[in-house]
């Protein structure tokens, strides 16, 4: 559920990547430390207005990136109404799209230059025992960069297995996906290399 920066320009867009960051990881940890449904649900609704501030636009923008969560949402809630917990189903369902659409918010108004700068400062202590940081700092960004664009063509794949089969999609797609993301990472690897590899 990792976004893209948003092409709709928001007053967040200017806010430094560090302090975003770090309120979402205390949003995190207040969401896993209450079991309130009134509590997480009001929070839902708290993020939904967040993103209706810059307007029904940016709303519809990042609505849309929710909704691979919905599947999940499903299985959990029919989980717990089957074992009579239908309470705990809510909590849990909202707690995930808060938390998914809160971490989207930040990605969607902070440049991945400005995320990978702040993994740089942290792990700045590391360096000093010696420890090539670099390779870190790389991996998030090429996490942060390639999750939607994979989640992207694996819908794609779905989509065309139904167009040529009444069927619904299930492992038959796993191989042709599998090769895409080959293909993706020596492609990734060779501009790596074409731009001097990760020596510094």
Same mark, same amino acid.
């Not at 995930?96 to 659409?101: D, E, F």
């Not at 991996?139 to 989640?151: I, M």
């Given at each position: 559920m990792i976004s893209l920066t948003s092409p709709i320009k928001t007053r967040a867009h200017g806010w430094r990547a560090g302090p975003k960051l770090l309120a979402l990881c205390v949003a995190t940890m207040v969401l896993f430390s209450q079991?309130?449904?009134? =509590?997480h649900a009001i929070v839902f609704v708290v993020v939904m207005g967040l993103y209706t501030l810059p307007g029904l636009t940016f709303l519809r923008f990042g609505t849309r990136r929710l909704r691979g969560l919905w599947p999940f949402?499903?299985?959990v809630l029919i989980w717990? =109404?089957?074992?009579?917990d239908t309470i705990a189903g809510a909590?849990?369902?909202l707690r995930?799209?808060?938390? @998914?659409?809160l971490a989207n918010l930040v990605t969607l108004t902070t440049k991945l230059s400005d995320m990978t700068d702040v993994v740089r400062f942290l792990t700045t202590p590391l360096r000093r025992f010696g420890l090539q940081t670099l390779f870190l700092e790389l991996? @998030?960004?090429?996490?942060?960069?390639?999750?939607?664009?994979?989640?992207h063509k694996g819908a794609q794949l779905s989509d065309a297995w139904r167009a040529r089969s009444h069927k619904r999609p299930k492992w038959h797609v796993l191989v042709p996906f599998a090769v895409l993301v080959i293909d993706d990472a020596e492609y990734v690897a060779d501009a790596i290399k074409a731009r001097g590899g990760l020596e510094r």
């Open positions: 079991n309130s449904l009134a =509590f949402v499903t299985v717990h =109404f089957v074992t009579d909590v849990i369902s995930l799209l808060s938390a @998914v659409a991996g @998030v960004a090429l996490v942060v960069r390639f999750t939607p664009v994979l989640t």
